[in-house]
């Protein structure tokens, strides 16, 4: 790791991404003491456990315990899907922005890209109008995936009713990559299961807000899971004793998902400060994501005065701040400080 000056107690404030964290002592201590068997041969009982839990939490028949999100979701697309047939997902979505094509490299499934709304959103005419008849010259458009919080926004739930209704009467499946679903539940003070309705499957995963060092669950009915452990055993998924990984999933579930109210408190802290800062534009915060926008010609040296004073961004024109349970509230005073010292030696860019 590069060197940097000591920011927080010689701690680097790494607000590149929630997926950073790394296992709490009592998580460690839980993935010590897993009982494990071959996953595989479905004999590890804590991933049958941390499967069955989230399943019946949110209200869905059978879970499938996976390496990543990106695996996780290119299995129900390849689950819902057959080859030539077509998606329909947000310009922004990270299944189709973010996963390196799977859908289309491995599954021969056609992405159709639609414009989000402000609100993170896909407008309902937008997905009406995409559906592709049914006619040889185009594929057959057989899902609607979404993304729900989608940048750090949360997609309302009357809204998830509405495009789910919309793609069930059309004739299609719905996915939903719910990533950081956790989050959008605790933001808006409902249960996570509420904001599922209408989702015929659901991705979740554990090694974002929640802390857990890896992995994701696939959420669906019991004929889907079992249809979705082909794709995954293809895709080079099953793992053998893989409850040590579960084992970190259960602790999240049960310690880190109300904590996430404080990573958002955080992230609004975080955005009020940079808002008194010239030079910056600050969008947010949306659940635990701050934007900002600087000059292109500040991003790189602005990264570089932050790395130095032991705060990691990404060096971009628009930076995306992301809090979570391994920044405190001192780390976030540390970052806003950082900021204005650097815009207080260099004036901004015009």
């Known amino acids: 790791m590069p060197e940097f000056m000591a920011g927080h107690a010689g701690a680097l404030i790494d607000l590149r991404s929630d997926t950073v964290t790394r296992p709490t002592a009592a998580m460690r201590a839980a993935m ?74 491995l599954g021969s499934i056609q992405p159709q890209p639609l414009e989000h709304e402000p609100d993170g959103s896909l407008a309902l005419e937008r997905i009406d109008a995409a559906i592709k008849p049914d006619d040889v010259h185009y594929a057959r458009t057989r899902l609607l995936a979404l993304e729900n919080t989608i940048r750090g926004k949360v997609l309302a739930s009357d809204y998830t009713d509405a495009a789910t209704a919309l793609a069930h009467a059309r004739g299609l499946a719905t996915h939903l990559d719910g990533a950081r679903l956790f989050n959008a539940a605790v933001a808006l003070g409902r249960p996570a299961a509420d904001l599922l309705r209408g989702f015929d499957s659901a991705s979740i995963c554990l090694s974002k807000g929640l802390g857990a060092p890896v992995g994701s669950v696939l959420l669906g009915s019991r004929d889907f899971i079992a249809a979705a452990q082909r794709p995954r055993k293809l895709l080079g998924g099953g793992m053998r004793q893989a409850g040590v990984l ?36 600050v969008e947010g915060p949306h659940t635990n994501m701050v934007f900002v926008d600087v000059h292109p010609e500040d991003a790189v040296p602005l990264a570089a005065h932050l790395r130095r004073a032991g705060v990691w961004v990404s060096a971009a024109p628009r930076l995306r701040l992301v809090t979570h349970l391994d920044v405190d509230d001192q780390g976030i005073a540390t970052a806003i400080a950082a900021f204005a010292d650097y815009y207080a030696r260099v004036p901004a860019c015009s």
């Open 246 to 281: 579960a084992a970190a999933g259960l602790h999240a579930l049960d310690h880190h998902v109300d904590r996430l109210a404080e990573d958002h408190a955080r992230a609004a802290h975080l955005a009020a400060g940079l808002r008194g800062i010239d030079g910056l534009r």
């Open 32 to 105: 010590a003491a897993a009982e494990v068997g071959d996953d595989v041969y479905g004999e590890d009982p804590t991933v049958n456990r941390l499967q069955a839990v989230l399943a019946e939490r949110l209200g869905y028949e059978a879970g499938l315990f996976c390496p990543s999100g990106t695996q996780s979701n290119l299995i129900a697309l390849m689950t819902h899907c057959a080859r030539g047939d077509e998606y329909l997902v947000g310009q922004h979505a990270h299944t189709y922005k973010y996963e390196g094509g799977g859908a289309a490299v």
